[in-house]
């Protein structure tokens, strides 16, 4: 058997280039950590943000424990607000799964959205790099390494009141824009250096721009440009991946220049499938939570084969892997594309 | 003197519905300078025109940014009317609402719709934000006395936290309303942890709480015959 032949990395990268891989491949470019590799990493959720080597080591747990054919690093979406100069919380008293929230945004006004010279050097930043650097100096020969960034606007929503800046889109679409062009900047330097640090692909998250939240009109008008600069910005592999609804800019996403398109089970992908036409890559669309964590192993089993019947070219869940799941569904998630081959 | 008063109302309402703040201003003002009634212009102006915002929002035709704009140019004329709202007891406010995502939990663009209704809606709001503590909900609700308690998740692991908060809440106070609401809620889950309401989106937030301030009348009463 071929297949048995070739590495995680191997079959994603060939993805990448538009080889369709049989069986269909199964990782993400949005975290992946669960309470194994934390387990693995002896370090709690709220710690493991801020150390790299544990960082690398929880990532790597789910390529090494389930064979997730992709090893991402960071796990929360405070990188790049950091770097901007605000503060998170990471709720280092609880000891169950929080999320890092951040604390401090400014009001939505371009005068407070500056890019930093030395950006790359600033808050996680060069934590992250160092992990991707970790991770790829262990199983880079093996595994596909990922990382994220925030999409402009969503990065812009992480450092500034977001309520605000929601009605400054509707409102001084002038000012909008030169907001979104600086966060656009912050996430293609970010996802150099993450490039520059090893990362395989890198995964642009723009869940801000969900059509639960913005009109397609505006996706078009203020997000899509900018996603557009993005991606012409980064080299290499690129995801686009907004979770929530998208039906009705999936041809918008599919066109903002990035190598793949992911979606999440909001998202119809047998039909996106067909408005996109065979050739573009689309990647998607397990529920994370409702599935992934609540289902059992048949229902996760089948829910990868729903993936695939609708035409996803590697099955991804819609969300971060909520770090709760069951062993046995990640088990089952990996075997299912497997049996299905 | 009937006609004009209908041709401002219309305007109030236009002037939500377009999020146009300047026209909602001009047309409060001139509310007032004509001797009109300001609670009859809030309510039939400014409230309905925002009630055919909710109904634009929930047909995908208005989105975020929309509604919050619409609220603005509410706000910008309620301002001008609410000082000249003559206090009658007919008329009194509903209510007051302790709201705010729970702890862990930054999703706020849900919440702050469902804030947008009440307030509307002539109820007196506390907004705690997002990621509110716990202890801050039953803190809040027992230091303001407030007939409502709302809290908003949008994640399924945040969302047990409401649990706890309407266990600790009912023990000192058995008679506050509380209602839950986020994406990964449902109404049967909000029912076996003990909320009195739940509601799907923000219009129908604001439905059930007006559901329930009748029977929180009639509890207000019972106590107060009770003695
Ligand atoms: C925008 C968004 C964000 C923004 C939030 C910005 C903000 N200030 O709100 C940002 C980028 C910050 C974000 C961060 C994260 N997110 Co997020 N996000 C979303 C997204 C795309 C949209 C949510 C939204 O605003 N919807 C629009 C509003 C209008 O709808 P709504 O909130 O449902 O509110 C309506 C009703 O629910 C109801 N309602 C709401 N509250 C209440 C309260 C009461 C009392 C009542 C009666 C009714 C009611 O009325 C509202 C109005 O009609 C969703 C996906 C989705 N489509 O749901 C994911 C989603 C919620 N996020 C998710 C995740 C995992 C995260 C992160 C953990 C990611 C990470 N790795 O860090 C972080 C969490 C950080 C934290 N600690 O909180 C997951 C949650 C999974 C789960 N089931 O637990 C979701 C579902 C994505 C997914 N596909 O899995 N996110």
């Known amino acids: 058997m071929a297949t048995a032949t070739k590495t995680a990395r191997e079959r994603v990268m060939a993805l990448f280039a538009r080889e369709r891989q049989t069986p269909v491949p199964v990782f993400s470019g949005m975290g992946n950590v669960t309470v194994y590799g934390l387990e693995d990493a002896g370090i709690g959720f709220a710690q493991v943000h801020g150390d790299a080597e544990a960082m690398a080591r929880a990532a790597a747990s789910s390529y090494e424990r389930f064979g997730y054919e992709a090893v991402v690093v960071p796990f929360d979406l405070g990188v790049e607000a950091e770097a901007m100069g605000r503060t998170l919380n990471t709720y280092a008293s609880s ?12 009001p939505a006004t371009a005068d407070n959205f500056q890019v930093p010279a030395d950006l790359e050097l600033r808050g996680r930043i060069p934590l992250v790099a160092q992990a991707i650097r970790l991770v790829k100096e262990r199983l880079g020969e093996q595994v596909a390494v990922g ?60 869940m801000g721009a969900a059509s639960d939240i913005l009109s397609p009109r505006m996706f078009r008008n203020l997000i899509q440009p900018h996603l557009k600069e993005v991606f012409a910005q980064v080299g290499g592999p690129t995801v686009l991946h907004i979770c929530g609804s998208t039906q009705n800019i999936v041809e918008m996403m ?71 799941v069951p062993a046995e569904n990640m088990q089952a998630m990996m075997d299912a594309s497997r049996e299905q081959a | 003197m009937a006609d004009r008063f209908q041709e401002l109302l219309e305007e109030l309402r236009q002037g939500v519905t377009e999020y146009d703040e300047e026209r909602v201003k001009v047309a409060a003002q001139a509310v007032l300078d004509e001797g009109f009634d300001a609670y009859d212009a809030v309510m039939n102006g400014l409230a309905a025109g925002m009630e055919e915002v909710g109904r634009l929002f929930g047909a995908n035709e208005y989105f975020v940014p929309e509604v919050l704009m619409c609220a603005d140019a509410l706000y910008g004329g309620l301002e001008i009317l609410r000082p000249h709202i003559e206090v009658d007891p007919s008329r009194q406010v509903k209510g007051a609402v302790v709201i705010g995502t729970v702890e862990g939990d930054v999703h706020d663009i849900g919440k702050n719709l469902v804030k947008l209704m009440f307030e509307i809606a002539g109820f007196t709001v506390h907004d705690l934000g997002r990621d509110v503590p716990l202890e801050k909900f039953v803190e809040e609700v027992l230091s303001t006395d407030s007939d409502f308690l709302c809290m908003s998740a949008m994640m399924t692991t945040t969302m047990g936290g409401m649990k706890q908060v309407i266990d600790q809440v009912r023990q000192k106070n058995p008679n506050v309303k509380i209602m839950v609401g986020g994406a990964p809620l449902t109404g049967d889950l909000a029912q076996r942890w003990g909320a009195d309401g739940y509601g799907k989106d923000a219009p129908n937030a604001l439905q059930e709480a007006l559901r329930m301030v009748g029977s929180l009348r009639e509890m207000h009463q019972e106590a107060a015959k009770g003695g």
């Open chain 1, 95 to 106: 000891d169950g799964i929080l999320y890092p929230t951040v604390q401090n945004k400014l």
């Open chain 1, 147 to 206: 990382s994220y960034v925030l999409g402009p606007f969503t990065l812009a929503g992480q450092v500034l009141e977001l309520d605000q800046l929601l009605k400054l889109a509707g409102k001084d679409q002038t000012q909008m824009h030169v907001i979104l062009e600086r966060a656009g900047e912050v996430a293609a330097r970010e996802a150099e250096a993450y490039r520059a640090a090893g990362a395989d692909f890198v995964t642009v998250r723009e």
């Open chain 1, 254 to 324: 599919a066109d903002c220049g990035a190598t793949a398109v992911s979606v999440d089970q909001k998202n119809d992908l047998a039909a996106s499938r067909a408005t996109l036409g065979p050739e573009k890559l689309l990647f998607g669309n397990l529920d994370p939570y409702k599935v992934l964590v609540q289902g059992t192993p048949e229902q996760v089993r089948e829910a990868v084969r729903n993936c695939v019947a609708a035409g996803a070219d590697a099955v991804w869940p819609g969300c971060d892997i909520w770090p709760t």
